[in-house]
């Protein structure tokens, strides 16, 4: 029978008894509940799908709980110890970007239901490397997509996205977007979850497959990594440190409790239609400085004193705002009240400070910490650590013992994620990271292999199984570069084919080098004339070829650029605390008979040796001009050093032409454009109030 009705005008229904069968269908339909029985959350180490997988293996026993987590930095094995021991659960660590593994396991483990959270989500980290983020949120999913597609035995495909794909509300509008609004994403990580989302729509047209997506707000609560707000500025506050807040402070934002997210993945798991999506929202919205003032107001502490404005994110959305009523329709409501979630939160944070290892990095104001290795299988040693051998822990097995958390008085530092291979053991810059790790707890081993020896590096590597390499390795002469003008094939053997040799290894083993380079490749110009406060940027072409030295340095930095595994950090006139070390600027300039007086940019090594570190743990790469802000003469130096360490030093200057007749290789004067280090450090010091804070202070012999 053919029927012709319209819903919204039932007199026009040709058949009564027919249309009144379609409604009370059509209502069946929608009260109808999905049961699933073989599910795969992927990235349930992290801190959302954590807390679904636990509450559903813990809530239906009869569900079998499939977890694939690749264990990034932001992922904690420790966060899904309430499901270890349950039969119904099982882990696999994996890269859902791997397509062969995520077929055997749907095929293997009979998944009819996916819950895909997997994704990498923080906006500071999407605008410092956000192919990372194309890579992991869009393509990963699109494999998922693929596997659905290939083995046709998915009955649900749960897609999470996130609030920030519909952009920037306006401040005065009183309705949120619905599910409907249109996709205006502002961020390369908002981007790359409307990306996905379009696939996972197209999937859902194209071949049926029966997806539902979800768009939440932000979520806080235990197990978060603090790069996130809340657990940063908790953390920092337990730190008695300030916590910094982008701009001004005035962008609102809607937060939801852990637990009652769960709960919402929990009600549209078995009550959401397919091919639907969900807001999973709040209409309770706060202004980031008023989250602020709530962790000081709890933690005891004066606000006006902790807060600490910094510089915003290249875009920072004012406010997101949702309408959640069609979740709420479902059956689902909020349970948490900001106050009690809040204090619930810190009190966890405040057991179990150790939990995410060193997250100095994460605590910055802007954290670059992408492709962070080591997961958190860091946390757990011997016989607390889960069985990774064959890839997976399952609740099947109880032998090992549970792991908890290191109480506050536990001597026992936590496992660095971090082990770096040093090159330049004999070196002076070598020399220092090699104390510097050791004073940060962080394994490190010195390269055996020589740099051109393809082999040995390949070896060194091999057995030392390092996070980062960094090369501190060099020809720079002694007891100056004019050595190099006589040992040519010497200096290019180290300098450019050593230095190209162990990128191309760390290449090819996917590890970051941090290689220590000069910025004695440029020499004052008419575009850069001397005191003009112009400095030489990272993208400058070199114009300085007045040593053999140098050429070797700009024709290395040059090829490097074909890498996309290194840091260059380029080091001008070195400086440290240590003024009995011949290498050491100061010590140089101290001791000669006449000096010129030019400003330049230079490097204070116990400043800036850290950050190097810090640049390792962030992963950062492409050329730095490694030097404090700012320019400072020999002569200015050389007044420092009477006024803190001795009164009756003297000294007398030569021009530049006077020196060329004493030296063979002319000699680099210039100022380096240090704004992007400092961007990315907003702490670092100009090389004047560096000298005097890391230099003169530490080694003061006056009364000054």
Known sequence: MKLIFSLLDPSLVLNVNVYLEFVICRSCLKMSTYTPKNILITGAAGFIACHVANRLVRSYPDY?????????????????????????????????????????????????????????????????????FTKNNIYGTHVLLEACKVTGQIRRFIHVSTDEVYGETDEDAVVGNHEASQLLPTNPYSATKAGAEMLVMAYGRSYGLPVITTRGNNVYGPNQFPEKLIPK?????????????????????????????????????????????????????????????????????????????????????????LDDQKLKDLGWSERTVWEDGLR???????????????????LLPHPRMLMM???IERNLDGAEKFDLGSNEFSGKS????????????????????????????????????????EKQGIPYEYGRG??????????????????????????????????????????????????????????????????????????YDAAHPEGSGIGFKEEDTPNF????????????????????????????MPISSDLNNPRNFITKISRYNKVVNIPNSMTILDELLPISIEMAKRNLKGIWNFTNPGVVSHNEILEMYKKYIDPTFTYANFTLEEQAKVIVAARSNNEMDASKLKKEFPELLSIKESLIKYVFEPNKKTSA
Request: with cysteine; charged share 25%; hydrophobic share 35%.
């Open 233 to 321: 500025f908790i953390l920092l506050a337990m730190r008695g440190k300030p916590l910094p807040i982008h701009g001004d402070g005035c962008n609102v934002r809607s937060y939801l409790y852990c637990e009652d997210v769960a709960e919402a993945f929990e009600v549209i798991l078995h009550k959401g239609e397919v091919g639907h999506v969900y807001n999973i929202g709040t209409t309770k919205e706060r202004r980031v400085i008023d989250v602020a003032q709530d962790i000081c107001k709890l933690f005891n502490i004066d606000a006006d004193k902790s807060i600490q404005f910094v510089e915003n994110r290249p875009f920072n959305d004012q406010r997101y705002f």
């Open 398 to 437: 109880n032998e090992t013992k549970m792991v908890t958390p290191a109480s506050k008085t536990s001597n026992v530092p936590p496992k660095s994620p971090f082990k770096f291979l040093i090159y330049g053991k004999t070196g002076w810059i070598g020399g220092v990271l090699g104390k510097l790790c």
């Open 344 to 362: 619930k939160t810190i009190e966890w944070y405040t057991n179990n400070p150790d939990w995410w290892g060193d997250v100095t990095g994460a």
């Open 373 to 375: 290795p080591g997961g």
């Open 450 to 523: 020589r740099l051109e020896d393809r082999s040995k590096l390949l070896a060194d590597i091999n057995s030392i199984k390092p996070t980062h390499v960094f090369n501190a390795a060099g020809v720079t002469g002694r007891p100056n570069v004019d050595w190099c003008e006589s040992h040519k094939p010497e200096t290019i053997r180290t300098n450019v084919a050593g230095t190209l040799n162990l990128a191309d290894v760390c290449r090819e083993k996917g590890l970051l080098m941090i290689n220590f380079a000069t910025g004695c490749i440029f020499e």
């Open 64 to 132: 079998k709980i499939v977890v694939l987590d690749k264990l990034d930095y932001c992922s904690n094995l420790k966060n899904l110890i309430p499901s270890r021991s349950s039969a119904n659960f099982k882990f696999v660590k994996g890269d859902i970007a791997s397509a062969d593994l995520v077929n055997y396991l749907l095929i293997t483990e009979s998944i009819d239901t996916i819950m895909h959270f997997a994704a990498q989500t923080h906006v500071d980290n999407s605008f410092g490397n956000s192919f990372e």
């Open 545 to 572: 070829h007045g040593s053999f030295y140098s050429k070797t340095k700009a024709m290395v930095e040059e090829l490097l650029k074909n890498y996309d595994n290194v840091c260059t950090l380029r080091v001008r």
